[in-house]
């Protein structure tokens, strides 16, 4: 099967009750570790590229692993492009063989995000095959890439503009802000986090069967918190977004769900670990091999325990 966009996985998350994992690739051994999981639960899986996964491994690197991971699993596997942020990105990426791309738009004026992802739908739409657009509404909190939202600016999703916004852009896909944010600090501990479910339920009366996103879903897992400062690191004390609340979303219009903090982590837990343990290793197969199998265990558990994806390939 080849690459397929995320037109026909949303419709069947949305009517199965589930939502299709969205991790982040940044090299070789994370395509890697995130497709085996897939494989292992029969699950269909967006890989999404950010404008630095993109500088930093550069764009056919990415597009030809993914595409060896596509041949080596015959997966529905998506390949997306995470917040692009200008018209000139999305279609870079479209033109390059992505089948799916975001155009974040949140940082401009209501008017300037309808402009500017209608604009991208138009080429994107027109494109031979169809490319999907997932657009973004409200602003999280948290540090993405270039994005930089502080808790006072970040601001939830109005529900009273989702229709007007869909209409008029023609987006295949919508990410809101209903309490998650990225990165790896997104409660201190013993804050409360909550999910503006109220918000969500408004958004899907609005626009029913419409695949909605949710991005900084990490959960923050602490066992690989406790691994990481165990080995010489430094994450300071943090919680993310508990997995039953993520269930929770899946279970209603929320189609898509991003997650790249967690992976981060259990990469780096495993080969801090794998250094303290064998100070001897200096062959990079040795401690990125614990790395991927690490990964690998952790999409898993997302897809099967958080996703409810496993077996919906
Ligand atoms: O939301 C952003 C993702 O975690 C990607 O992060 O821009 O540092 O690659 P990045
Ligand atoms: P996390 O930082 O919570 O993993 O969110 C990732 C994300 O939203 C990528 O777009
Ligand atoms: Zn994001």
Do not use: W
Request: aromatic content about 8%.
């Amino acid at each position: 099967m080849p690459l397929v966009n995320t037109k026909e996985m949303f419709k069947k998350a949305y009517e199965g009750g589930y939502a299709v994992g969205a991790f982040n690739v940044n090299n070789m051994e994370i395509v890697q570790a995130i497709t085996e999981a897939a494989k292992l639960e029969n699950s269909p899986v967006v890989l999404q590229v950010s404008a630095g996964a993109r500088k930093y491994a550069k764009h056919n690197y990415l597009v030809k692993l993914v595409e060896a991971a596509v041949e080596d699993t015959d997966l529905p596997i998506a390949l997306h492009l995470d917040h692009g942020d200008s018209f000139e990105i999305c279609k870079a990426c479209i033109d390059g063989g992505f089948t799916s791309v975001m155009i974040d738009g949140s940082k401009y004026s209501y008017e300037e995000n309808v402009e500017l992802t209608r604009r991208v739908c138009e080429y994107a739409h027109n494109h031979v095959p169809y490319v999907t657009v997932e657009g973004e509404l409200g602003k999280l909190a948290g540090i993405e890439d270039d994005v930089n939202v502080s808790d006072e600016d970040a601001q939830f999703t109005d529900p009273d503009q989702v229709y007007d916004f869909v209409t008029r852009t023609g987006v295949d896909s919508l990410a809101i802000a209903i309490g998650t944010s990225h990165g790896a600090y997104k409660f201190k501990p013993g804050q409360k986090p909550r999910l503006r479910f109220d918000i969500l339920d408004k958004v899907s009366e609005k626009l029913p069967g419409f695949p909605i996103v949710l991005h900084g879903a990490s959960s923050v897992m602490q066992e690989y918190v406790k691994i990481v400062n165990e080995h010489g690191g430094k994450m300071p004390d943090a919680i993310g977004i508990p997995e039953e609340m993520l269930r929770e979303a899946a279970k209603k219009a929320v189609c898509k769900i991003n997650i790249d903090s967690d992976l981060r982590l259990a990469m780096t837990a495993s080969i801090r670990q794998h250094f303290d343990e064998h100070p001897d290793h200096f062959d990079p197969r040795q401690y990125l091999t614990d790395a991927r199998n690490n990964l690998r265990n952790v999409v898993q558990h997302k897809i099967k325990e958080v996703l409810g994806s496993s077996n919906k390939a």
